[in-house]
C-alpha cells in the first residue's frame, strides 16, 4: 500500500469494479488537489457515477485504494465511511432528491442538523444558499409545490450549506433547462472557489466540463486520451469555445498523464491530456 502525494486531497489507485458481471471500472487512478474543480467527462455508461461512488466511499472497489487526506477509505468500515460522508462530503445527484415532509429550507438545513448542527444556525445557512440560488421565496414550499429546477436548486444548497471538504456532483445540472443550468454551475463553482471546496463533477456536457480546472475522461471503464483528429478545427470554425474532439483509448499499461504527472499515479490506468 502506497501513501498518496501530500498536494492531493483526494487520491485513487488503480480502482476495478465490476457491477452486474460486467467491468464498470478498469485500472482507474487519479488525484484531486485540495480545491480544484475536477469534471469527470465521458458519455453515458463509460463510469463516472462508479467512480464518484468510489472517491466519496459508497462503494468499495473490488481492487484499488481510495484515500482521503492521507486516510485509507477502502479499508474503512461502514460506519466510518459514513460519518466520513456526513461530515466532510457533498453529494448532487442527477435527479432531485427531497424529503417530502420537509419544506425547502429543512431540506437545505438537513444535513446540517443530521451532524447535530444547531437549528437556528442550520436555518441561517439554509436561507442564505436558497438566497444565493435564487429560491428564497420558496424556503417554506414543500417538494411537490417546486417545479423540477427549483427542487434540484434546494439540492444544490443542502450540499452547499454543510461547506463539505468534497462536493461530489454527478450529472447535478442534468434536469435544469439551459438558463438555469448556467446559474446553479456559476453558483456552485463560484462558491466553491470562494469556500475553498475541492469539487469533483461528473458530466457528459462539454459546456459543464470547461468550467472545471482540469477534466479527466472515461470510456468504457478506462481513463483515455482526448485527441483531436485532422480537421476538427476547420469542421468548427466561427464558433466559439474549443475545437470538437474525439475519445480514443489509450494503453493502460504504458500511458501517463500529461496533465498531472506523477509517480504514484501509473498503475492500470490510461493518460488524459486537456482539452481546449
Known sequence: ?????????????????????????????????????????????????????CLSGQLLAHRGEVWFNSAPVHTMGPLARERLRRDKFGWIDPEPRLVPELNAWENAALGLMLRGGARRGARTAAHEWLERLDIGDCARK???????????RVCVARALACAPSVLFADEPTAPLHRADRAHVLRTLTTAARSHGITVVLATHDAEVASLADRTVTLLDGRRVHTVHLPGDEARTAGRTGAAS??????????????ATPTDSDTEGRAACSLSA
Do not use: F, Y
Not at 18 to 43: C, F, K, M, Q, Y
Open 245 to 258: 474532439s474525439r475519445v480514443a483509448a489509450a494503453p493502460t499499461d504504458t500511458a501517463t498523464d500529461t
Open 142 to 152: 414543500r417538494p411537490h409545490d417546486l417545479t423540477q429546477a427549483e427542487r434540484q
Open 1 to 53: 500500500m502506497v501513501a498518496p502525494p501530500d498536494n492531493d486531497v483526494l487520491w485513487a489507485r488503480a480502482l476495478h469494479v465490476t457491477l452486474n458481471g460486467s467491468p464498470a471500472l478498469t485500472g482507474v487512478s487519479l488525484g484531486v488537489r485540495e480545491g480544484e474543480i475536477l469534471a469527470v467527462g465521458g458519455p453515458r455508461g463509460s463510469g463516472k457515477t462508479t467512480l464518484l461512488r
